[in-house]
């Protein structure tokens, strides 16, 4: 049986819907559907998964700080946040 992939307004409904008083539940829950999501449509889980050494964060760090994208971030991201980021996605 193929599983659907759901709609944005579906995805909100899972996370927004929750009781406030569960909400760590509806974390969890959240997160292990995002897991399966991944999953299913072949995204890796990490990115030792797909070859990406630890000695080449500096280098995408370089890259991220480099790019313009990151710039309009509502949060302001450092390159101490890219190496975090890319440290804990490993």
Same mark, same amino acid.
């Given at each position: 049986?193929?599983?659907?992939? +759901?709609?944005?307004?579906? $995805?909100?409904?899972?996370? *927004?819907?929750? @009781? =406030?008083?569960?909400?760590?539940?509806?974390?969890?829950?959240?997160?292990?559907?995002?897991?399966?999501?991944?999953?299913?449509?072949?995204?890796? +889980?990490?990115?030792?998964? $797909?070859?990406?050494?630890? *000695?080449?964060? @500096? =280098?995408?760090?370089?890259?991220?700080?480099?790019?313009?994208?990151?710039?309009?971030?509502?949060?302001?991201?450092?390159?101490?946040?890219?190496?975090?980021?890319?440290?804990?996605?490993?």
């Amino acid at each position: 049986m193929e599983e659907s992939v +759901p709609e944005q307004g579906e $995805v909100s409904i899972l996370v *927004d819907r929750r @009781p =406030r008083e569960n909400s760590r539940s509806a974390i969890l829950t959240t997160l292990a559907w995002l897991r399966d999501l991944k999953k299913t449509i072949g995204i890796a +889980p990490s990115l030792s998964a $797909v070859g990406v050494r630890k *000695d080449a964060i @500096p =280098r995408l760090v370089e890259i991220a700080v480099a790019d313009i994208c990151h710039q309009t971030n509502p949060q302001p991201v450092t390159a101490k946040d890219f190496e975090r980021l890319f440290a804990e996605a490993m």
